[in-house]
Every structure is written in structure tokens, then in C-alpha cells.
């Protein structure tokens, strides 16, 4: 089985650039997950969906950053305009059901932003 | 809140021996799940194992073991006979029923394997 797919793996861009992440749960899952890892913060929650609905964006640091989930196989993590300090590891996860299934994520998005 | 603390930065072993990564967390909920993640150094993060608040037998699975102990909020990670593969960074989450599906991970534990 296919598991969650991330792209790009890597990107670099220019700050004020906008910057589009993607994410493609595994097939049936009903819960996505976003998260950010940085050394200084480590693995932070931005935002998660639920059946394609947005439940939770606490943890999105601020206007620049915006997420959708337009289906249940596709989900995008926007930055705009992109600054050198939303340098991190993006990750993508999924699962399904309740609180009790494990989260199972993708290979992640290094970003940098020069 | 909850908290999880993996208050071992870095452990480094010499190969076939024997290591144990502690995680301990916080919650006042009665429910909950906890998790061990491992990221090696390619950068994706692996489930490894879920246990339940309910179910404190100890798990084993190959060379991985784990304690779960609810007196003392710990759930800790033994790898028997470690091997160079097992070098990575490993995490231990918690989550709680009523909480969503949110998530606490610790800072986690770089293990070092070496020959």
C-alpha cells in the first residue's frame, strides 16, 4: 500500500516567494496532519483536517501560512510571502478513525528559504 | 496539558549492546495513547508501536521492547543487541481521548550506534 506522498522533497526559493507544499494521504484515511520541524521547536502541530474540514489550525504561526484539503487525497500547505526563518521540515501525515490509530507520515518537504 | 520528556539528548553505543530510551509523560486524562516514532537519518518519521493507558503489559517485538508503567508515567524503549540501523532519533508521543487528534511528541533521543 501506497503510503502518504509528499513533493516536492526539497525546495528552495527566495524569501517573498510564495511557496506551495503538497500532501496525498494514504486511501481512507479521514485525518491530515501538518506539521513543522525545526531544531530550536521540534515537531509542531500547524493544522489538521478532518474529512476534508479544517478542525484545528492553532498552531499556524500567522496570516502568511494557509492550508486546504479540496478532496480526501490532496491536501496543500501554502506560505506567502515566504521568510528565511519558515526554514524547517514539513511534514504530512495521515490516519484513520479515532485518536487510538496511529499517525503514519510522509518523507516530509525540506524547505529553505534564502 | 500534557507533556512528554525524553530527557536523554543523545545515547551512543557500541554495537550489540544493550540500550534503553526513557520517556516520560504528563496528562490528567485517564484515557490515552501513547506512541514511540523513529526518524532515521534519511528524515521520515516511522510508527513503531501504540500502547493504551487500559493495557500495561509489556510489549516485545524482534530486538524492540517496551514498559509501559502507569505509577510512574513512563514508557520506556529498550532495542536489544543494537545494530548501526538502529542509529536515528526516536520519539516518544502521547495523545488523549477529548483532545482531538492532537499529538504531544517529545524533543526525542538521538541514538548513536557504532561499531
Known amino acids: 500500500d501506497a503510503g502518504v506522498i509528499q513533493s516536492p522533497r526539497h525546495e528552495v526559493t527566495e524569501m517573498g516567494q510564495e511557496v506551495t507544499l503538497r500532501c496525498k494521504p494514504i486511501?481512507?484515511?479521514?485525518?491530515l496532519f501538518w506539521y513543522r520541524q525545526t531544531m530550536m521547536r521540534g515537531l509542531e502541530l500547524l493544522i489538521y483536517?478532518?474529512?476534508?474540514?479544517?478542525?484545528?489550525d492553532s498552531g499556524m504561526p500567522e496570516d502568511r501560512f494557509s492550508a486546504k484539503m479540496p478532496n480526501a487525497s490532496f491536501s496543500t500547505l501554502k506560505i506567502q510571502p515566504s521568510e528565511p526563518r519558515d526554514s524547517a521540515v514539513y511534514f504530512c501525515?495521515?490516519?484513520?478513525?479515532?485518536?487510538?490509530?496511529?499517525?503514519?507520515f510522509g518523507d516530509g518537504t525540506r524547505l529553505s528559504i534564502l | 496539558a500534557q507533556k512528554v520528556t525524553q530527557a536523554q539528548t543523545e545515547i551512543s553505543v557500541v554495537e550489540k549492546e544493550d540500550v534503553t530510551l526513557d520517556c516520560v509523560y504528563e496528562?490528567?486524562?485517564?484515557?490515552?495513547?501513547l506512541f514511540w516514532y523513529k526518524q532515521p537519518p534519511s528524515g521520515e518519521l516511522v510508527f513503531l508501536i501504540r500502547?493504551?493507558?487500559?493495557?500495561?503489559q509489556n510489549e516485545i517485538s524482534g530486538r524492540y521492547s517496551w514498559n509501559f508503567q502507569k505509577s510512574t508515567s513512563s514508557f520506556n524503549f529498550t532495542i536489544t543487541a543494537s545494530q548501526v540501523v538502529d542509529s536515528a532519533v526516536y520519539f516518544c508521543?502521547?495523545?488523549?481521548?477529548?483532545?482531538?487528534?492532537?499529538?504531544?511528541f517529545g524533543t526525542g533521543t538521538q541514538l548513536k550506534v557504532e561499531l
Open positions: 501525515a495521515s490516519s484513520q478513525g479515532t485518536v487510538n490509530q496511529p499517525q503514519h
Open positions: 486511501s481512507g484515511h479521514d485525518y
Open positions: 483536517f478532518n474529512n476534508n474540514v479544517p478542525i484545528d
Open positions: 496528562t490528567r486524562d485517564t484515557t490515552y495513547y
Open positions: 508521543a502521547l495523545i488523549i481521548t477529548g483532545g482531538g487528534n492532537k499529538l504531544t
Open positions: 500502547r493504551n493507558s487500559f493495557d500495561e
